[in-house]
């Protein structure tokens, strides 16, 4: 089967199990921010990152991957869904991102210093993760939305989109600290 099936011809587009939805509904929007996010985080993992950040990012992926099945779904076939064993966001997933944020600020001694400024540290790999930071709170406000209308359940989506935003900005330091050391630069 080809990937070009015409079926958004229409201006419409395929939810998990024979649902369809116009490609401008607020679900859409939301699944289609946190892909997004997902092929962002593609780019900062092959930006010359430490190897420590891609197996942080591999998870957050792994993750993400979850997210957006679930986001596809709607609530009404959300049973079929977990029969199917498709992955959702769980209190464990919000609690890992927590223990990889807190795990680099003891290690590394980061600590939030007021806002950061893109690309000022020098780092593709530091800059890419504020601009996935920020796509993330993107997402994590379309998800909130959803939750406003009733058309999302899982509180654990927004709770990990808004812990991944912060594990992004720690990450982002994290790599600004890495570049300066792999250069010897002190300021």
């Not at 993992?45 to 420590?52: A, D, K, L, M, W």
């Not at 966001?89 to 990889?100: G, K, M």
Request: net charge negative; with cysteine; charged share 30%.
């Amino acid at each position: 089967m080809s990937v070009i099936t015409k079926r958004g011809d229409d201006g419409e587009t395929d939810l998990m199990f024979g649902r369809r939805s116009p490609k401008t509904a607020p679900r859409i929007e939301t699944y289609g921010t946190v892909d997004e996010l997902n092929s962002l985080i593609g780019v900062v993992r092959h930006s010359g990152v430490n190897p420590r950040t891609v197996v942080v990012l591999d998870g957050v992926q792994a993750r993400l991957v979850g997210a957006m099945g679930e986001l596809a779904t709607l609530e009404e076939d959300l049973p079929k869904y977990d029969a199917k064993g498709y992955a959702r966001i769980t209190a464990e997933d919000v609690a890992w991102l927590e223990e990889q944020a807190h795990i680099l600020e003891k290690e590394c001694d980061i600590r939030f210093k007021g806002w950061a400024r893109p690309g000022k540290e020098g780092s593709l790999g530091s800059a890419y993760l504020d601009l996935a930071r920020s796509v993330c709170r993107r997402a994590e406000r379309r998800v909130v939305a959803l939750r406003l209308d009733n058309a999302l359940s899982n509180i654990n989506t927004a709770l990990f989109l808004n812990r991944l935003s912060d594990l992004c900005w720690v990450l982002a330091r994290f790599e600004a600290l890495d570049a300066k050391e792999k250069t010897g630069d002190e300021g």
